[in-house]
């Protein structure tokens, strides 16, 4: 199963973006697939994730002005990004996890897309 990101890109503060993520291969279901990101010297955190039945979970410091998506018959997620704070320059790394055609389990990750809010 691979996934990859896109969207990523130079903004600046106060404005918007928006990362797209799909995933592919021998997937059977994903039962989530989401947004985690990890900045300059700092632990990957979470920022967004949901799953297959709709169930989403934000991290603290992007509730209110992120909001995920999810194509389930795309194997597709978005992250709508507003309100861009300095704070959220970070690579930003796209997360599916599900059973594949083998009903094997799989944890997917993306090779990341760089955001960076700076004037």
């Known amino acids: 199963v691979h996934v990859v990101e896109s969207g990523g890109d130079l903004v600046q503060p106060g404005g918007s973006l928006r990362l797209s993520c799909a995933a592919s291969?021998?997937?059977?279901?994903?039962?989530?697939m989401g947004w985690y990101r990890q900045a300059p010297g700092k632990q990957r955190e979470l920022v967004a994730m949901?799953?297959?039945?709709?169930?989403?979970n934000y991290g603290d410091n992007v509730e209110g002005r992120f909001t995920i998506s999810r194509v389930n018959a795309e194997n597709t997620t978005y992250l709508q990004m507003n309100n861009l704070e300095p704070e959220d320059t970070a690579v930003y790394y796209c997360?599916?996890?599900?059973?594949?055609?083998?009903?094997?389990?799989?944890?997917?990750w993306g090779q990341g897309t760089l955001v960076i809010v700076s004037s």
């Open positions: 997360n599916a996890r599900g059973y594949d055609t083998n009903w094997k389990t799989y944890d997917a």
């Open positions: 949901r799953t297959r039945g709709g169930n989403t």
């Open positions: 291969g021998t997937i059977y279901n994903i039962i989530a």
